[in-house]
């Protein structure tokens, strides 16, 4: 395998334990932004920021890139990350790859001319990133509900990639199973798994019997209407991205247990999740030869 050169800035645990792999594949890693976690890693995480863009071809970071739109993702380091710092200090030759890319992230990459890849517009990084995901929301319901899955309500609302294998799971635990879409096509493969299909302009009649809610999609859905109509003992894993499925402030204000589950694959699964990217990103360099 030809070796690489990565600069891995930022992120999780997730991108940490990347930085491994990588050189256990006998590339070249360096990381940067995880200066409060102790590892006894032979990675170079020491140098600073523009050594280690300057000496590698792939700046790979996190997944999501940001949370502001200014600074990269690094929950792990003292100091902030800029990213316009970082496309200022790439040169037309390196590649810049992330997850979750936004709209002005992207704007400035182009100001720069930084070649980007948003990992997340990868299908197969797409599915198997909602593996870790379905199974950390799963935990996290065993570990609040006082009562099993087995046998319980559970309602998923979206029926995308996450929401597909989330159904999977519940379905197999022995949950009774009810999918929300609003495609008359995703309504007919709810129908062919052997879940209960419920249509978007019906949740008001279903909501009220849900011992769990799952919502999958990031756009209002709970809103004021819909919470008044669930029961104080359902519990409410929101998976979405901001801003997220559901009227947050007001659920607590009515008292409802909510969790906003984000970014569940670097802290349920980092190193199964770390191998997703890492393919990932060889497959991305593999096509484009580099």
């Not at 810049?96 to 299908?123: N, P, Q, T, W």
């Amino acid at each position: 395998m030809k070796i690489r050169n990565f600069a891995i800035i930022g992120g999780d645990l997730r991108n940490l334990k990347l930085a491994g792999l990588m050189m256990e594949d006998g590339n070249n890693a360096s990381a940067f932004g995880f200066d409060n976690v102790k590892t006894e890693s032979p990675l170079a995480i020491n140098k600073g920021l523009h050594k280690i863009i300057e000496e590698n071809d792939v700046i790979v970071a996190p997944l999501p890139c940001s949370n502001d739109d200014e600074t990269i993702y690094a929950p792990f380091s003292t100091a902030k990350i800029y990213i316009n710092d970082v496309f200022k200090m790439m040169n037309k030759r390196q590649l810049f790859i992330a997850g979750r890319i936004s709209e002005k992230i992207i704007h400035l990459a182009e100001v720069y001319k930084v070649y980007y890849i948003d990992m997340l517009k990868r299908e197969e990084m797409a599915v198997l990133n909602a593996i870790p995901t379905a199974e950390g929301a799963i935990q996290i319901a065993m570990e609040e509900l006082p009562i099993t899955l087995h046998g319980s309500n559970a309602l998923i609302l979206g029926f995308g990639r996450i929401g597909k294998i989330l159904a999977k799971m519940l379905y197999g635990i022995g949950a009774n199973v009810h999918v929300e879409a609003r495609k008359y096509s995703d309504i007919a493969w709810i129908k062919c798994y052997g879940y209960k299909p419920v249509f978007i302009n019906e949740l008001e009649n279903h909501v009220s019997s849900m011992d769990i809610i799952f919502n999958t999609v990031p756009a209002l859905i709970l809103d004021d209407r819909l919470l008044k109509k669930i029961n104080n003992e359902c519990l409410i894993i929101d998976l979405a991205s901001s801003p997220g499925g559901i009227d947050h402030e007001k659920a607590r204000h009515m008292g409802l247990n909510v969790i906003w589950a984000l970014s569940l694959p670097g802290k349920v699964a980092p190193v199964t999740a770390a191998k997703y990217i890492r393919d990932t990103i060889y497959n991305v360099l593999d096509e484009l030869g580099v």
